[in-house]
Structures are given as structure tokens and as C-alpha cells.
């Protein structure tokens, strides 16, 4: 009898124990769920408001919204991507050195970040490319002033073969064919020392890029102001024309995009 309620109680014992472990890990894992949730939740609401101050042209306000999306995921892609760009575009409209430097070296963390993320994103790849070319301009050191130029084509070529559709990494790869042809002539002399082997930029595949990101995104100012010079450096006036009537007529959709189209007013001006 002593035997059998020993049992029954070591029975108890065990059911209340296996109990109370299915109970522990039911609330733990409701409570990660319910945490995950709601961290999602904050990712979306936050996005949305980078994104409507992106809308207003606000872009320090934006930039802060993207940061806080990367503390709360810090491999959301379409965060690091923007936080990439805001910091290059703030950063290329300082006029303090180091302050510009600053902008650029958080755009490369926030990119080198996107394409250890994944290295298979071409926003991660187009990221890098954009990046390296504002380091390419202000750069002081010639060897590594020619790598980010080599560093452009290698990550924008990349970007197109991952998704050919890539409006920006379209404009980049046909940006680094126009700059190619037009940089200085000691640093193309510094790009055959170094790296005699890289393609060499070329006018029609210039405009090709930038004529297929203008398909792709209509809106993109920098792209139409890009393509025109390239148009006017390749002696084809009826096209540069066309491209610069339309560029001043665009909605601005960044901070930069007045003073571009400003910009292609006065080229358009020359013209007429």
C-alpha cells in the first residue's frame, strides 16, 4: 500500500514537473514570438517615416529613422541601402573636409555591412559601387584613389549581373564609363600604371547605362543631368536637348535635385 502511494505520488511529482517545463517553455517562446512581433512592428512604422521624410526632401530626419531600423535589425538591407546613400548625398554637400569624411566613411560601414548581410544583393553590390566613388573623389593618395575607381566598375558590374534592372547600378556603371573618358590626364595615367588590364570607359556604353536607367526610374534627376553632358560631350545636340527640357521639368525628389536641375537649366540655356 506505502509502495502504491509512493508511486502515485512520484506519478503527481513527474506530471506536475513535465507540467511545469511544457508551461516555462510555452510562455519563453509566446513572449520571443510576441517580442519579434513587435520588433517587426517598429521596423515597419520606422521605415514608413524614413520614407515620408525622404517625401518631404528631409533628409538628416530620414537618415536617423534608417539608423534606428539597423539597431533594431542590423541586416535590414533596404536600411543600410538608404542609410548608404543619405550619407553620401549629406556628405557630398559639406564643406568642411573632415565633416564630408565622416558622412562617406558611415556610408562605407553601412554598405561593407549590406554585402557582408548578402553578397548575392545587387542593392548591397550597388551600395559599394556608390560608395567607392565618392571616395575615388576625395581621396588624396593616388594608388588608392585609382582602387576605388577600379572598385566601381568591379561592384556595379556585379550589381547589373545580379539584376540587369538595376535603375542606380544602370547610372553607375554608365557614370564610371563617362568619368573614365573624361578624367584628368595624370590619373588616367595613374589607372594604365596600376591596373593596365581594367576596360577603358567608352561614350556609347556611357549612355547606353544612363538611357537604360532612364527607362527604368524616369524620375531620377542626377541621371538625366549625367546623360545630357554625355550627349553634348558625344556632339549629339538634338538628344542633349531633349534630355535637359525634360530633366528641368522633373519633380524634386531628393535634396540635391533643385541645384541639379538648376544645373541643367544653365547647360540648357547655353544651348538655345
Known amino acids: 500500500m506505502f509502495l502504491q502511494e509512493n508511486s ?18 510555452t510562455t519563453i517562446s509566446f513572449l520571443l514570438c510576441t517580442c519579434v512581433f513587435a520588433n517587426a512592428q517598429d521596423v515597419n512604422i520606422l521605415l514608413k517615416e524614413a520614407s515620408n521624410f525622404e517625401k518631404q526632401l528631409k533628409e538628416p530626419e530620414a537618415l536617423e529613422k534608417y539608423k534606428q531600423v539597423i539597431a533594431i535589425d542590423p541586416n535590414n538591407m533596404t536600411a543600410l541601402v538608404k ?34 548581410a548578402d553578397s548575392n544583393s ?42 540587369p534592372n538595376h535603375a542606380k547600378a544602370n547610372y553607375v556603371e554608365g557614370k564610371w564609363h563617362f568619368e573614365m573618358i573624361t578624367l584628368p590626364v595624370f590619373k588616367k595615367a595613374a589607372v594604365r600604371t596600376l591596373y593596365g588590364g581594367m576596360q577603358k570607359g567608352n561614350i ?10 532612364r527607362t527604368l526610374d524616369q524620375y531620377f534627376v542626377r541621371n538625366y543631368l549625367d546623360l545630357a553632358k554625355a550627349y553634348q560631350y558625344n556632339n549629339q545636340p538634338t538628344n542633349t536637348l531633349e534630355v535637359l527640357n525634360k530633366l528641368v521639368k522633373l519633380p524634386n525628389r531628393s535634396a540635391d535635385d533643385a541645384a541639379l536641375k538648376q544645373e541643367g537649366q544653365k547647360l540648357l540655356d547655353k544651348m538655345m
Open 122 to 163: 545587387a542593392d548591397a553590390n550597388y551600395a559599394m559601387a556608390l560608395v567607392a566613388g565618392k571616395m575615388a573623389e576625395t581621396e588624396q593618395e593616388k594608388k588608392q584613389s585609382v582602387e576605388y575607381v577600379r572598385q566601381i566598375k568591379i561592384y556595379a558590374d556585379k550589381a547589373l549581373a545580379i539584376n
Open 83 to 116: 542609410c548608404t546613400e543619405l550619407n553620401c548625398s549629406i556628405g557630398a554637400r559639406q564643406t568642411d573636409k573632415n565633416t564630408k569624411m565622416n558622412f562617406y566613411n558611415e556610408a562605407q560601414t553601412c554598405a561593407q555591412k549590406a554585402l557582408a
Open 204 to 213: 556609347d556604353s556611357a549612355i547606353f547605362y544612363m538611357e537604360k536607367c
Open 8 to 25: 502515485i505520488k512520484n506519478f503527481q511529482v513527474n506530471n506536475f514537473n513535465l507540467f511545469m517545463k511544457r508551461y516555462i517553455i
